[in-house]
């Protein structure tokens, strides 16, 4: 398929009741103001709402159906706007802007069935077509690997100076890390099941039938052009926010977890996720600052596979509520 600007997709999703608990199972995301009415009600949200994650994982959804891999989503962004509920419905409707090179750049506009955007300011790159041939698994590459630490760390220079302090005396370019997680296939299998819709536990109730073969199939995987079966993209949330909550739970952060709303969420994606392969991530205060009397943090997360190479990238921004 030839992609050009002005293409348009779309997808809907219904959130039934028991969607945030799905979700929770399949990503690691217990908060009680996601599966705990009573929570909802004290801390003034009206009872549970759905994981923002989970709703940005649909719009993502939407965009590797319009391309027709998940494997060629490279980058998502958004910002939360609104929670869902259960019962709600989301409509998710795309355009593509811009077509270079091969490298699609497109956005989404997500609403419920009242209208009222869920989701703002969604931004999705991926790449146009699959690649001619399975690549062969990398060896190490320190010097890369070297790299992108120095990078990171000229990054953090830049950004740490005398005036560089938040709340609780932390400055900017505190790390949190490493946090270590291994990629298993049946993990995989229930993310992807849970944000299309079915339930993890899904060897009683079957798979749905839409999802893409090269997320649970592993002989699709093996004769796709990634040569196994691969992540769903924002199954990396499993493993690089574990550093964002640990940031805010930090004493020397003193933040009031009880205050904080995910207010956006950024993913670039540099590797592809395969069963079998081990994370490492780190955490970073890349910035922070003041809106009356709420403060937002801006943590970034660099995670990087067996073989040293960038995996993912994300920014974690948190907005606590003065």
């Given at each position: 398929?030839?992609?050009?600007?002005?293409?348009?997709?779309?997808?809907?999703?219904?959130?039934?009741?028991?969607?945030?608990?799905?979700?929770?199972?399949?990503?690691?995301?217990?908060?009680?103001?996601?599966?705990?009415?009573?929570?909802?009600?004290?801390?003034?949200?009206?009872?549970?709402?759905?994981?923002?994650?989970?709703?940005?994982?649909?719009?993502?959804?939407?965009?590797?159906?319009?391309?027709?891999?998940?494997?060629?989503?490279?980058?998502?962004?958004?910002?939360?706007?609104?929670?869902?509920?259960?019962?709600?419905?989301?409509?998710?409707?795309?355009?593509?802007?811009?077509?270079?090179?091969?490298?699609?750049?497109?956005?989404?506009?997500?609403?419920?069935?009242?209208?009222?955007?869920?989701?703002?300011?969604?931004?999705?790159?991926?790449?146009?077509?699959?690649?001619?041939?399975?690549?062969?698994?990398?060896?190490?590459?320190?010097?890369?690997?070297?790299?992108?630490?120095?990078?990171?760390?000229?990054?953090?220079?830049?950004?740490?100076?005398?005036?560089?302090?938040?709340?609780?005396?932390?400055?900017?370019?505190?790390?949190?890390?490493?946090?270590?997680?291994?990629?298993?296939?049946?993990?995989?299998?229930?993310?992807?099941?849970?944000?299309?819709?079915?339930?993890?536990?899904?060897?009683?109730?079957?798979?749905?039938?839409?999802?893409?073969?090269?997320?649970?199939d592993e002989e699709a995987g093996a004769r796709?052009?990634?040569?196994?079966?691969?992540?769903?993209?924002?199954?990396?949330?499993?493993?690089?926010?574990?550093?964002?909550?640990?940031?805010?739970?930090?004493?020397?952060?003193?933040?009031?977890?009880?205050?904080?709303?995910?207010?956006?969420?950024?993913?670039?994606?540099?590797?592809?996720?395969?069963?079998?392969?081990?994370?490492?991530?780190?955490?970073?205060?890349?910035?922070?600052?003041?809106?009356?009397?709420?403060?937002?943090?801006?943590?970034?997360?660099?995670?990087?596979?067996?073989?040293?190479?960038?995996?993912?990238?994300?920014?974690?921004?948190?907005?606590?509520?003065?």
């Amino acid at each position: 398929m030839s992609i050009t600007p002005g293409q348009t997709f779309g997808l809907e999703r219904e959130c039934d009741r028991y969607r945030s608990i799905y979700y929770a199972g399949a990503s690691g995301d217990f908060n009680p103001i996601h599966i705990d009415p009573e929570v909802g009600q004290a801390v003034g949200l009206g009872g549970v709402i759905l994981q923002g994650l989970c709703t940005l994982a649909w719009a993502t959804d939407a965009f590797a159906r319009f391309l027709g891999d998940p494997g060629l989503v490279t980058s998502v962004k958004a910002r939360f706007s609104k929670p869902v509920r259960p019962e709600d419905s989301v409509r998710f409707e795309g355009t593509v802007n811009e077509v270079v090179d091969g490298l699609v750049k497109a956005q989404v506009v997500a609403r419920n069935q009242s209208g009222d955007e869920v989701l703002k300011n969604v931004q999705l790159e991926g790449s146009e077509q699959l690649p001619p041939a399975r690549s062969p698994p990398m060896t190490p590459h320190l010097r890369q690997a070297l790299q992108l630490i120095q990078q990171s760390r000229s990054e953090l220079e830049a950004l740490t100076d005398s005036a560089g302090r938040g709340p609780g005396r932390t400055a900017l370019g505190r790390t949190w890390g490493p946090f270590r997680y291994v990629v298993g296939a049946e993990k995989m299998r229930e993310y992807a099941v849970a944000i299309s819709g079915g339930v993890p536990s899904y060897l009683s109730t079957g798979l749905p039938e839409d999802l893409h073969p090269v997320l649970h199939d592993e002989e699709a995987g093996a004769r796709s052009a990634w040569g196994s079966l691969i992540a769903f993209p924002t199954f990396a949330v499993l493993f690089s926010v574990a550093p964002a909550q640990a940031a805010l739970l930090d004493p020397a952060m003193g933040v009031d977890v009880f205050r904080v709303l995910h207010g956006e969420q950024e993913f670039k994606f540099h590797q592809l996720l395969r069963p079998g392969d081990v994370i490492t991530t780190t955490g970073t205060l890349e910035s922070y600052s003041t809106r009356g009397s709420n403060t937002v943090f801006v943590i970034r997360t660099d995670s990087v596979n067996q073989y040293g190479l960038p995996a993912v990238r994300g920014r974690f921004t948190a907005f606590v509520r003065g």
